[in-house]
């Protein structure tokens, strides 16, 4: 997949910028709050329902503004698309080709791009919820139908819990039948793809770390020991049943999928309390590795790289392995630093500069 051209106004401290990305490596340089990772941003918002940094939509545009606007000619398998969305306070809109989409649906797989940033450092150290919408969005990123599953979920899950706090819990068996049937969905699909990218982490944590360390991704769902949908149905009803007493005092679900967490463990110790912040670096990077590489087996092309505040988040050593990777592979990349550095030039041949100041770009070559 590749972005031929994107243009943004009015997005964030971004007033008008258009640019023709390079195919391969592009370097976004300035100063710290010139809007690099607002262009990563905009960029990323083009193919994703949300962004990476927010979920409300007023922070996108331009303070004074009323609308922002991204637009973007992608390139896949052959065909180019036509990808516009604007944002206002109040909602979005995004178009294909002229027309308008209604559903997160048909722009899902238009354009694939996976983050690395400060934050998802961030997140082996926080609580499970942020691993959680971690993975909620990884596996719907590969897979359509999880966005569904995911949403039924929620629904029947908030059916459920105004249930529990109400007086009158009539029918409170059927919406639990309903909420184990639903989670058995999510949960069937959350195993199947951390399966698939445990079996990759390995060899892309050693890639960027070194050999000698062992890396693995654990999700254990509560009260769940089976893999199969209809098996997980059971166990999740079961355990819905054995916490019906404590949900009841609580007024809420107080178990489930919507509970979960997902597992780090380097050396065979929880990463999050054991590993050094170099190792939690590497291993997150690893994660986004063998997600794009999942990414690209699903869809036969590989996902645009956003690498943001590369300079702060890797050691050169770890940059070097990380570089040397990526020139072996066709993907369109976009890094961005603090400095135009002579290394990381060196290290990515043909590399589009680009340099950020005050929201504007400017082109300084190849
Ligand atoms: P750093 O190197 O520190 O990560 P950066 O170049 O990535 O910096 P960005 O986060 O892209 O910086 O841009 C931050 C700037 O954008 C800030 O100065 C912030 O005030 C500004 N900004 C964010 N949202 C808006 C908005 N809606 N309207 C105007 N400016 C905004
Ligand atoms: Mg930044």
Redesign the pocket.
């Known amino acids: 997949m590749r972005l031929c051209s994107v243009a943004v106004s009015d997005f ?2 971004v007033c008008s910028v258009h640019i023709e990305p390079g195919n391969r490596f592009n370097l976004l340089y ?1 100063l ?7 262009l990563l941003e905009a960029i990323y918002l083009l193919g994703n329902p949300r962004s990476f940094r927010t979920s409300r939509l007023p ?5 004074g503004e009323r609308q922002a606007q991204i637009q973007g000619t992608v390139e896949s398998g052959g065909i180019q698309n036509q990808l516009r969305l604007l944002v206002e306070a109040g909602g979005r809109k995004v178009e294909i080709d002229g027309k308008t989409v209604y559903k997160a649906s048909e722009l899902h797989g238009k354009l694939n791009a996976v983050v690395f940033s400060p934050d998802d450092t961030g997140m082996v150290r926080m609580g499970p919820e942020s691993r959680r919408r971690y993975l909620d969005r990884a596996v719907y990123m590969g897979d359509i139908g999880y966005l569904h599953s995911w949403h039924s979920y929620q629904r029947i899950l908030k059916q459920r819990n105004h249930l529990l706090k109400s007086s009158d819990r009539t029918g409170l068996d059927i919406w639990t039948e309903k909420l184990a049937e639903t989670g058995a969905e999510v949960v069937e699909r959350r195993l199947k793809y951390v399966a698939v990218l445990d079996g990759k982490l390995q060899k892309y944590y050693a890639t960027i770390a070194g050999d000698g360390e062992t890396s693995r991704l654990s999700y254990n769902p509560e009260g769940v020991q089976t893999t199969e949908r209809t098996m997980i149905r059971e166990e999740l009803l079961e355990l819905f049943k054995r916490h019906q007493r404590s949900d009841e005092r609580y007024g809420t679900t107080t178990t489930g999928p919507h509970r979960d967490d997902l597992t780090f463990v380097l050396n065979e110790r929880p990463l999050k309390a054991f590993g050094s912040q170099g190792q939690q670096k590497s291993f997150v990077l690893a994660l986004k590795m063998a997600e794009m590489d999942n990414l690209q087996e699903t869809f036969g092309e590989a996902p645009l790289l956003l690498l943001d ?1 590369m300079s702060s988040e890797l050691d050169a050593r770890r940059n070097h392995n990380l570089m040397e990777f990526l020139t072996t592979r066709e993907i369109q990349v976009f890094i ?1 630093t ?1 400095e135009r550095s002579p290394a990381l030039l060196e290290a990515a041949p043909h590399c589009a500069v680009f340099r ?1 100041e005050g929201g504007n770009l400017t082109f300084e070559g190849n």
Do not use: A, M, W
Request: proline share 0%; charged share 25%.
């Open positions: 964030r401290n300035g710290n709050g010139q809007g690099k990772t607002n922070e996108l545009v331009r303070h505040d961005t603090t950020v």
